[in-house]
């Protein structure tokens, strides 16, 4: 199950692993991604909260977290090729897996339909 928030990240619960990234509009807004900034392992972050940095060549841009959680991995392929984040920005370029601090926050986020449309 893959949900989305209104920032432009992504949350996908596969079995008892939770992972979060940027979406394909926020890579395709940003260009080519030449850097990112991952948040330490153990961090806890309120829902909306920034969680780390994306750079581009045009721009650079806040990752929130789409959830109240606690990041239990980065992913290191993502820090030494950013550019994955671009090639498969919700699989390989997934940036964190966390631990929900809030289940229920879940509930209020967006599926793909409903992103689509605001995204246009």
């Known amino acids: 199950m893959t ?7 992504w949350m996908r619960i596969d079995g008892s692993t939770v992972f979060v990234g940027i979406t394909l509009h926020a890579q395709d ?17 309120e829902q909306a909260s920034v969680a780390g940095v994306v750079e581009s060549v045009k721009a650079a841009a806040d990752v929130h977290m789409p959830v109240s959680a606690t990041v239990i991995a980065v ?6 090729d950013p550019s994955l984040a ?4 919700e699989g390989a ?13 879940v509930d209020g ?7 689509q449309s605001l995204v246009g």
């Open 93 to 105: 370029g997934w940036f964190y897996q966390v631990t929900l601090s809030n289940p229920s926050e």
């Open 86 to 89: 671009n090639s498969d920005p």
């Open 29 to 45: 807004t940003l260009g080519d991604i030449v850097f990112v900034e991952l948040a330490e392992i153990g961090k806890s972050f």
């Open 3 to 9: 949900k989305y928030h209104s920032e432009h990240t």
């Open 109 to 115: 986020l967006m599926d793909a339909s409903a992103y």
């Open 75 to 80: 992913n290191e392929e993502l820090r030494a």
